[in-house]
């Protein structure tokens, strides 16, 4: 069992930026993701990195403003996001699998979800 916790989310004005974390309380090696969720609109996957050899994957709504990262002596998932929009406006979550999910993100490949962090962007 993975168990996922969330953080850093909150409610800024459009051009700015959020750094958000995710704990998790174990190290995984596999696919770690964030995925947001608007209201209304299905979860969508917005970047992934491979835990083991460290690659990166992006969505295109969100390439070149966000960056994923991790520090794997924290077990910690970073999520970087520059620029921000109203349209990134969602609940983000943090997932992981150590069996079938990649990148790019699918939400049918994820087992293990933290709960999410809200984010806020006003125009």
């Known amino acids: 069992q993975v168990q996922l916790v969330e953080s850093g989310g909150g409610s800024v004005q459009a051009g700015g930026s959020l750094r958000l974390s995710c704990a998790a309380s174990?190290?995984?090696?596999?696919?770690m993701g964030w995925f947001r969720q608007a209201p209304g609109k299905e979860r969508e996957g917005v970047a992934c990195?491979?835990?083991?050899?460290?690659?990166?994957y992006y969505s295109d709504s969100v390439k070149g403003r966000f960056t994923i990262s991790q520090d794997n002596a924290k077990n910690t998932l970073y999520l970087q996001m520059n620029s921000l929009k109203p349209e990134d406006t969602a609940m983000y979550y943090c997932?992981?699998?150590?069996?079938?999910?990649?990148?790019?993100?699918?939400?049918?490949?994820?087992?293990?979800w933290g709960q999410g962090t809200q984010v806020t962007v006003s125009s």
């Open positions: 997932a992981a699998d150590s069996v079938v999910a990649g990148c790019p993100p699918l939400v049918y490949e994820y087992y293990y």
């Open positions: 174990r190290y995984t090696y596999g696919s």
């Open positions: 990195i491979h835990t083991g050899g460290g690659s990166t």
